[in-house]
């Protein structure tokens, strides 16, 4: 009898929920239909290619295709790791996106720090609409401007000739692309990374201020206790996402800049990736790199979350 009570139960709650879920689309439907577009484009473009990850255990032959080319099981990961460019993509890879950490990611947050202290409303907007165009002009565009100001008879190295550097294209010198690459990718996003900040920042209750005003706080410590424990879970969250992207260094901007003479220290993994893939066709050996990429963004956001959990109690999940 118990056993069929239960049954009963099970029953009632699965006619329940698709009762609900029912309701739910009658009333949402067009909320559901919105989303439609965005699922589809995922679908198609982001889980159907997924197959193609075993092209990395293949020596993968277009004419072949995916089912029908020679299995080499982990030999590409193997030449890959022993091979001359290994630890130089590697080292470079690793390096610029500890710049990425150091100098971009804290920038907006520095800006939206400084915009919520400005009461002048003009100047505020013009610094936010300033600070914002870089992020829509195209990156083609963007990069052609910084190879001519870095250029001979370039604005950039102009004023770098004043300072003593040498009269010599900025772009040849592999000891100053970290540098370069670093500063073109905070002037692109510090406005348009800082919205969110702003957005943050203005959900803080104004009463914790003028409390704090009252105990006789200064504009100094408002923000330390007070402003950046308000937006901590924002740049946590944002810090976790960051840190899933470790190995992700901007493959467009590095290969819009980047030449041979500067492979020292400008070659990483998502331009190998692109060498080798479509220049030279080794499709096999590419994809298991790329895939060694993402296994290493991957450990990283799970073990970032985790300390986030551990440590300060917010997560991604």
């Excluded at 002048?120 to 100001?149: A, I, W």
């Excluded at 408002?222 to 976790?240: E, K, R």
Aim: with cysteine; net charge positive; charged share 15%.
């Amino acid at each position: 009898m118990s056993e069929l009570v239960s049954e009963k139960r099970v029953l009632i709650i699965k006619k329940l929920k698709t009762n609900i879920i029912r309701k739910d689309f009658k009333r949402n439907k067009q909320l559901y239909l919105m989303i439609l577009p965005v699922l589809i484009f995922y679908i198609i473009f982001q889980y159907a290619p997924i197959y193609g990850i075993v092209i990395a255990f293949q020596d993968y032959n277009l004419g072949k295709g995916v089912f029908h080319s020679p299995w080499v099981g982990f030999s590409n990961f193997l030449d890959f790791f022993q091979g001359v460019y290994f630890s130089r993509v590697l080292v470079n890879t690793v390096l610029i996106s500890l710049y990425y950490y150091i100098f971009v990611f804290p920038a907006p947050i520095i800006l939206a720090l400084l915009l919520n202290e400005v009461r002048n409303r003009y100047f505020k907007s013009f610094v936010q609409t300033v600070s914002y165009l870089p992020h829509f002009v195209s990156l083609v565009v963007v990069c052609g401007l910084v190879v001519e100001f870095t250029g001979k008879g370039g604005l950039i190295l102009d004023i770098a000739k004043l300072f003593g550097a040498k009269d010599m294209n900025l772009l040849l010198r592999p000891e100053l692309f970290r540098i370069i690459y670093t500063s073109l990718t905070v002037w692109i996003t510090i406005g348009w990374s800082s919205i969110i900040y702003l957005a943050a920042l203005s959900s803080i209750d104004s009463a914790l201020y003028e409390a704090s005003y009252i105990d006789g706080a200064n504009r100094w410590e408002q923000m330390w206790h007070i402003t950046l424990p308000g937006i901590a879970p924002t740049i946590i969250t944002l810090l976790i996402l960051a840190i899933g992207t470790f190995m992700d260094v901007s493959f467009e901007k590095i290969l819009l800049l980047y030449n041979p003479g500067i492979y020292s220290t400008a070659d990483v993994i998502s331009t190998y990736v692109y060498r080798t893939g479509l220049i030279q066709l080794k499709f096999g050996y590419s994809a298991a790199v790329d895939l060694f990429n993402s296994l290493i963004n991957l450990i990283m956001i799970i073990i970032a979350n985790s300390i986030s959990r551990k440590v300060c109690e917010n997560s991604l999940w």
